[in-house]
Each structure stands twice: as structure tokens, then as C-alpha cells.
């Protein structure tokens, strides 16, 4: 549909397509073998069957990665649509950090909203493992604002220990109460097949795991991870037209914050995010209270802790109770990350995003299993980049096709 | 842009090694800004005057990285500390020696710039 508008006292005609979801695909996460490229048509394939349509159908393609070059392949979106048979097909490669994934989503679903194409391919893709924990940690650090984080010593997990440790003191919460959120993923990730560390654990077993940067210990992390996660979005059209069952994209925000901690009036909150939901809550018509379940960017626990009430779901300094009383678990008031999170599903970092959207994917077309979160149908997903410097929030509604 | 010896990072590293931390004040609005801002963040203004404050300050947060990073490996154990200068509303962040446990570095200590370090950057100590 178009709309019409006055913008300083200019008319201004644009157009708003509906965006649906019709296919969704991910690699298993983890240490693959494959390179690069190959997991990423994995996924690529995966997503394309799922919709039910051919490459063919395929106008753009939107790829979302930050270290190719750990893998000797940059410049990786025509290399890709190369392999999908349809090198004619336009496509751009994004990156933002650890939010890459869900950054070129949004832009992904904006051409589609405008009108400029009626079905794309947004595809994430990482491929870190090979290089070794101690460069993979190196590589992530690059991601700070260098000069004063990064080139001080601080690594990611320093970076998010001391927003840890800002929190606890401003709010009382305890290094048990960030324990809670990595054994409530870890139970949603050992119901989900693509998983990268299936493994239930208890707040004993994080409270004795060695500590990577004060307060964080390393079951406060997530891990490294390969993988790959694409979405086929579309126009409403389109996807009535695929006969398949499909997901509509209600709302879209994106923030930023001050790129370095230290720049941020407030350590125990991450203003990106407050203002990617606050645009989201916004063009979806609705509030933090109508959503059913989020997937959130748990990168360390304590990212969760912030992440949940910078979204709305709980008072600020509340989320730490909320985790202890069970509110976020699968049966809670409000789920919060039933894939297991980037905590206990896994992170490789540039298809990160995408995957949270693939598990909103599966969660409302059947697809999700014993981590199904009973009668959902509005989800959010929210992603950031580094220590929040740049975020998206987007949501989504099922569509009942009976 | 100029070349890195006249750069705006190495005025604030020298000025690092003579115990203070550079900073822009806004011509226009007064506001204070870290050096490497070129735009004003209230205003938008984009001359600024040089303004050396003392590089002394207290600890707002910071982590014990248990687990260096590359390059650091030598380090022994360490803070990394972000810290609210003294008579402003600026924080700075840098790299502190000799920390082993929370009890030996409250929120609130004294901090102060030491100097500037080519592989550890922005050196603290407590004062």
C-alpha cells in the first residue's frame, strides 16, 4: 500500500508493503568444519525449502557477517548469491558487530516494506572457531571502541563484567542471581537440536567455574560459535500467494548508545536498546505487556539481566527477582530466550540476530518442539552490537492460516 | 588527516605521560568532551579548546581480567577501571596493575594517570 504524508510542508508519497517471514533455515551452532561460504548456503538452503520457492524468486540478498576474513572470504553477499545460482541478484554485506545479524534484517525488511522488492534472502553467517579461543578473543575485542576499552586490556567479557559489577552494586543482585539466567537457557537449549552446548547445568556449576573477568565466570559466557541462520522475507501478497504458512514483521526499531562503557551516563542500562523497542513498541501498536516471548542477546548474563528491563517486561533493578521467581522460563509470564539464547544455543556472532528470527519462525509454524511456548502470538527479538553501541528490536505476529 | 605523530591520540597520550587527561571544551557551549569527539555532542559546534585536566579521579566500575587478552599475558593481575574524573562529569577508562581481588579496589577508590603505556594503554594507579 502507499501512504501520504506532510513533511515541511512537503507531500510525500511512500510505500508501506507488509513484511512476512515465509522460510527460515539454520545450521546446527558450534565448531563446524565447513568453510565459511558452504555453511552459509546451508542455511541459505534450508530457508529457500522451507518457503517453498526457488532461488529464482530471490530479488536481493542481504548478508549479515563481521569476521570473513578469519576465513579468507570478504565481500561475501555476491559470492554467496553466486552459489545459489543467481548471480544476477543483488546483495550487500553488513556488519555491526555482534548485532550484524539483526541490523541487516532491518534493513532487509525496510526494502521489502518500501516496495523495492516483493522477496529477499537475509542470511547471517560466522566462522570464528578456527582461530582459537585466544585470537577469536582478540578478533571480538576489535569490536570495542579500542583506544580506551580494547587497547586498555579489557576484553568482551571484561567489558560486560564491569556493567556487571556496576549493576550488582546499584541494585544488590548477587553473581547467583546472574547464574539463574545461564541455567534457565541452558534448560530451553537442551531441547533445541542446534544447539551448540546442550547441556543442563545448575547455579552451583557457574558459581565453581573459573573466572574469565571478575565478577563473570566462564558459564556467565557464551561461546564462541560457527554457524549460519537466513529468513526469506516478502511482501503480504507474496506470501498469501506461497500457500505457505508465515510470520508478519509488526514492528522494526533500531538505537545506539555511546560506543565506549565509559561514555554512558547510566552503566546498568544500554540506551540502544530502550530506544530500538521504544520505535518498535511504537510501529507495532503495542506495549512490552503483549508480547508473549523474546528472544534476547544474552552474550553474559548479565546482558540479560539489563536486556529484560531496558525492553519493558520488568522495573529497572527487578530482573534479577524475576529470573530467581521463574518469570522468564518457559512456563513464566514472560519466556525469555526458549532457543537457549545465545548462551547456551551459541553466538557466532554476524548470524546471531537472524537466528533469533528463525526461532520466532519456528516457535509459530509448529517447528519448535518440546521448547514451544504455548499459545504465543506476538514475539519480540532483540540484538546489539559490542556492548550495545548499536541495536534492533523487531516483532512479530503469527498469522493463523486456517 | 594529519599524521598519526600530530594526531589528536598522540596529544592525549603525551599528555598521558605528564599525568593528565586531554580534553575538548566546546567554544561555543562550554561543554567539556574525551579529546577524540570533533563535534560537539550538545551543540554541534566543532571548535573546541585543548583543556589538560588533572588526571585524577574515583572508580565508577571495572573488571579483574583473570583471563588476559593478547598482548597483556604479561600483565600479571589487573583492573580494568573505568573512572569519573575529578571535578567533572567525564569518565575515562584505563589499565590498573596489581589488582588481585574486589577487596582491593572499592567502587569509589582514588585513581590517577601514571602514564601511557604502548601495550597496555592508559596507565592508573591508586592513590
Not at chain 1, 521463574?326 to 513464566?332: I, K, M
Request: one cysteine or more; a neutral charge; glycine letters at 10%.
Amino acid at each position: 500500500m502507499s501512504k501520504l504524508f506532510i513533511f515541511k510542508n512537503v507531500l510525500v508519497l511512500y510505500m508501506t508493503e507488509k513484511v512476512c517471514a515465509i522460510g527460515a533455515g539454520s545450521t546446527k551452532y558450534g565448531k563446524l568444519s565447513e568453510s565459511i561460504i558452504e555453511i552459509a548456503l546451508s542455511a541459505a538452503k534450508d530457508a529457500i525449502e522451507s518457503a517453498g520457492i526457488t532461488p529464482k524468486q530471490i530479488q536481493a540478498g542481504y548478508i549479515s557477517n563481521v569476521f570473513g576474513v578469519a576465513d579468507k572470504q570478504v565481500h561475501m553477499a555476491p559470492v554467496i548469491m553466486s552459489n545459489l545460482g543467481i548471480s544476477q541478484v543483488p546483495g550487500l554485506t553488513i556488519e555491526s558487530a555482534c548485532g550484524s545479524g539483526s541490523v541487516m534484517f532491518r534493513e532487509a525488511f525496510a526494502n521489502v516494506a518500501a516496495g523495492f522488492y516483493d522477496c529477499v534472502l537475509a542470511l547471517g553467517v560466522e566462522k570464528v572457531t578456527h582461530t582459537g579461543t585466544a585470537h577469536s578473543t582478540t578478533l571480538f575485542s576489535y569490536c570495542s571502541d579500542f583506544f580506551y576499552e580494547g587497547g586498555n586490556g579489557a576484553s568482551f567479557p571484561g567489558l560486560f563484567a564491569s556493567m556487571a559489577r556496576a549493576y550488582m552494586t546499584t541494585h544488590k543482585a548477587t553473581e547467583e542471581d546472574l547464574a539463574n539466567v545461564a541455567v534457565k537457557n541452558h534448560e530451553n537449549g537442551f531441547h533445541n537440536p542446534k544447539a551448540h552446548v546442550r547441556k543442563k547445568i545448575t547455579v552451583d556449576d557457574v558459581m565453581k567455574s573459573p573466572v574469565v573477568a571478575s565478577p563473570l565466570k566462564i558459564l556467565d559466557c557464551c561461546p564462541f560459535s560457527d554457524g549460519a541462520s537466513a529468513v526469506i522475507l516478502c511482501s503480504e501478497e507474496f506470501a498469501k500467494k506461497s500457500g505457505k504458512p508465515y510470520v508478519e514483521v509488526i514492528g522494526s526499531g533500531r538505537g545506539a548508545s555511546p560506543a565506549a562503557v565509559q561514555g554512558r551516563e547510566d552503566i546498568t542500562t544500554i540506551p540502544s536498546t530502550v530506544a530500538a523497542a521504544k520505535a518498535a513498541y511504537k510501529m507495532a501498536g503495542i506495549t512490552a505487556k503483549d508480547i508473549d516471548f523474546a528472544e534476547v542477546h544474552d552474550c553474559f548474563t548479565i546482558a540479560e539481566i539489563i536486556d529484560i528491563e531496558d525492553l519493558g517486561f520488568f522495573p529497572k533493578g527487578k530482573a534479577a527477582k524475576a529470573v530467581r521467581d521463574g518469570a522468564t522460563r518457559l512456563d513464566g509470564e514472560i519466556p525469555i530466550n526458549p532457543s537457549g539464547g545465545l548462551k547456551s544455543k551459541g553466538h557466532p556472532i554476524g548470524a546471531t540476530g537472524v537466528g533469533q528470527v528463525v526461532e520466532v519462525f519456528d516457535q509459530f509454524t509448529g517447528r519448535a518442539g518440546e521448547r514451544t511456548v504455548n499459545g504465543a502470538e506476538i514475539a519480540l527479538t532483540h540484538n546489539f552490537g559490542a556492548t550495545g553501541a548499536s541495536a534492533a528490536v523487531h516483532i512479530f505476529k503469527k498469522v493463523d492460516r486456517k | 588527516m594529519s599524521e598519526a605523530k600530530h594526531g589528536i591520540r598522540e596529544k592525549f597520550i603525551e599528555a598521558a605521560n605528564r599525568k593528565k587527561i586531554l580534553a575538548h571544551k566546546c567554544s561555543k557551549c562550554s561543554q567539556l568532551m574525551l579529546e577524540t569527539v570533533m563535534f560537539c555532542e550538545k551543540c554541534g559546534a566543532s571548535k573546541f579548546e585543548d583543556v589538560e585536566l588533572d588526571g585524577k579521579g574515583t572508580v565508577v566500575t571495572y573488571t579483574i581480567q583473570a583471563v588476559a587478552p593478547e598482548g597483556f599475558e604479561d600483565a600479571g593481575s589487573y583492573a580494568w577501571v573505568v573512572f569519573k574524573i575529578n571535578r567533572t562529569q567525564l569518565r575515562a577508562s584505563g589499565f590498573l596493575p596489581g589488582v588481585k581481588t574486589p577487596k582491593d579496589l572499592p567502587i569509589g577508590a582514588k585513581v590517577e594517570v601514571t602514564g601511557f603505556d604502548p601495550k597496555h594503554g592508559l596507565l592508573l594507579k591508586q592513590d
